[in-house]
């Protein structure tokens, strides 16, 4: 298996990747200057590019953000960045919400709480891997339902009849906990999360990338499920923190 940590600026690094060989991207970018992560910035539309330009034809990126308040405005800049994706190629191919059910975050007082983040599915083409995951309990598990006819009223079903099971696909709105893990990295996300994008949209022996590596969230679950990965980290306290956490990982 291939498994590569890298120590860089993910602008810099990603351009010593070959073109079209990564299967899955599945990261979360510093936004908005709401946390500085030891002063780093970054190029948003070289490193979109870059990411274009690696992903194979099929592949995906999952891209976690949200946006900040500023002057009492929401800056908006996680639209602009999905509006910038489709500009230089990529589809657009869901827009997914992660709810965050035990979030602290109250806000200010004359908004609603703020318990979501954006996760903006990109592919290259239309996906090549799609595992949709079944894990909601159907009420008429079963039944024999009947299928769509034609509108022209043509014989031939569009959808076979089909008997409903014991679970069906769940919807684009996650509701996933925000973990304190403190392993001492101010932004870790879920393991949750990744592991379940991970499994939507590629499959063992695939390449994952996360270019903004942070704690090696999405590096420790491309491992446990048996992905290549590469993951890029500006920060050298941060690379100390992922080199921790994988060699513990099986
Ligand atoms: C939101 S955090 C990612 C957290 C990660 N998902 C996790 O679960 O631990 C973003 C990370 O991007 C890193 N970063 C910022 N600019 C970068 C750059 N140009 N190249 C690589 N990493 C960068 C920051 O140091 C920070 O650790």
Not at 97 to 103: D, L, R, S, T, V
Not at 118 to 142: A, C, H, Q, W
Not at 154 to 159: A, F, K, L, N, P
Request: proline share 3%; hydrophobic share 30%; glycine share 8%.
């Amino acid at each position: 298996m291939k498994e590569e940590i890298i120590h860089g600026d993910c602008l810099i690094e990603m351009q010593k990747i070959e073109e079209n060989s990564i299967d899955l991207t599945v990261t979360s970018p510093p936004y908005d200057n709401l946390r500085t992560y030891n002063g780093y910035t970054f190029d948003f539309e070289g490193i979109a590019k870059e990411l274009y330009r690696v992903t194979k034809q099929g592949g995906v990126v999952v891209w976690v953000v949200g946006d900040a308040t500023v002057k009492g405005s929401e800056t908006g800049t996680s639209f602009k960045q999905a509006l910038y994706f489709k500009e230089i190629g990529f589809n657009l191919h869901d827009t997914m919400i992660w709810h965050k059910p035990n979030c602290f975050n109250f806000g200010s007082n004359n908004c609603y709480r703020n318990s979501f983040e954006y996760m903006f599915i990109f592919s290259k083409g239309t996906p090549k891997s799609i595992n949709l995951i079944k894990d909601v309990r159907t009420k008429s598990e079963g039944k024999l339902l009947k299928g769509a006819r034609k509108h022209s009223g043509g014989e031939r079903d569009t959808v076979p009849d089909f008997t409903v099971g014991e679970y069906k696909k769940r919807d684009n709105v996650w509701d996933i906990n925000v973990k304190s893990e403190n392993n001492g990295h101010p932004a870790v996300f879920p393991e949750k999360l990744a592991e379940d994008h991970i499994l939507s949209w590629s499959k063992e022996g695939d390449t994952v990338l996360d270019p903004f590596a942070g704690s090696g969230t999405t590096l420790k679950m491309a491992k446990k499920n048996n992905r290549n990965y590469i993951g890029i980290e500006i920060s050298q306290e941060y690379i100390d923190i992922i080199n921790k956490r994988l060699s513990t990982q099986k």
